[in-house]
Structure formats: structure tokens, C-alpha cells
């Protein structure tokens, strides 16, 4: 799925994808565990499979070696399923773990959430759900 750069931010922050997410998904490291939070739900609205890769902890329980078949199935989610709202509801900045209470309207639901996130190396990863 494609969207204008200067369309609004599919993670809902209000500001325009190019002033959002995009530099995040085009390479740059979001600073904030935050960040990285909204870029990855964009990163599913938009079926940026490899992105959610690249940004998930090896301590993840999907985390797999076996990226083609990680791939596929991120792939399936993402696009059979459509992204209607996300609401931040907590943060917790710490300087290497950071935790980071959301709720992702879907059209199967309410997905409510709290994710613990690592800096590792001065990149922040997805570890897991607490």
C-alpha cells in the first residue's frame, strides 16, 4: 500500500507521513521507543513487512530466522486487516527499556496492548507484550 508523503500519518499523530513515520521507515532511528511504536503500527498499515522485521528483539516469541515465512505471515495481517485508530494511553520513557500502553481500533476489534521496548546498540526494538 503506497500514500502520499504529504498525506496524514496512518499512526494517527496528526502531523503529515513525511513529517512522521516516513524518515523512520526510509532508515532513520526513531529516538523515542514511542516513535517506534507509531511507525510500526504505520508500518502495518502500509505492509511494510520488512520494517516490523528489522524493528522486532531476537527475545520476541515471533522473532524467527526464518524471515520469508515471517514475512508472509505479517504480510497476511497487515493486509487483511484494516487500521481504523490508535490511541496512545501511557508511556514510559526509560533510557533502555521503555513501555509504551496503546489501543489499536481494527476492524476485528479493540486491540489494547502494553509493550515493553529495548534499546539495544542505540535502536530501539520491539521485545514483547507485558
Not at 503506497?2 to 496524514?8: D, E, G, H, R, V
Not at 522485521?53 to 527475545?59: D, E, F, R, V, Y
Not at 526464518?66 to 520513557?93: H, M, P, R, V, Y
Request: with cysteine.
Amino acid at each position: 500500500m503506497k500514500i502520499s508523503s504529504n498525506a496524514l500519518c496512518p499512526c494517527h499523530s496528526g502531523k503529515k507521513y513525511k513529517q512522521c513515520c516516513l524518515p523512520y521507515h526510509k532508515g532513520s532511528l526513531p529516538s523515542t521507543a514511542l516513535k517506534l511504536m507509531r511507525s510500526r503500527y504505520s508500518a502495518y498499515v502500509l505492509h511494510l513487512a520488512d520494517y516490523i522485521i528489522h524493528t522486532t528483539h531476537p527475545n520476541n516469541p515471533d522473532y524467527t530466522n526464518e524471515t520469508a515465512i515471517w514475512k508472509e505471515s505479517i504480510l497476511e495481517f497487515s493486509q487483511n486487516t484494516q487500521f481504523l485508530g490508535l490511541k496512545i494511553l501511557e508511556f514510559i520513557d526509560g533510557e533502555y527499556e521503555s513501555y509504551v500502553s496503546f489501543e489499536a481500533l481494527l476492524d476485528s476489534g479493540v486491540l489494547k496492548e502494553k509493550s515493553r521496548f529495548l534499546k539495544i546498540e542505540g535502536k530501539w526494538l520491539y521485545e514483547s507484550m507485558v
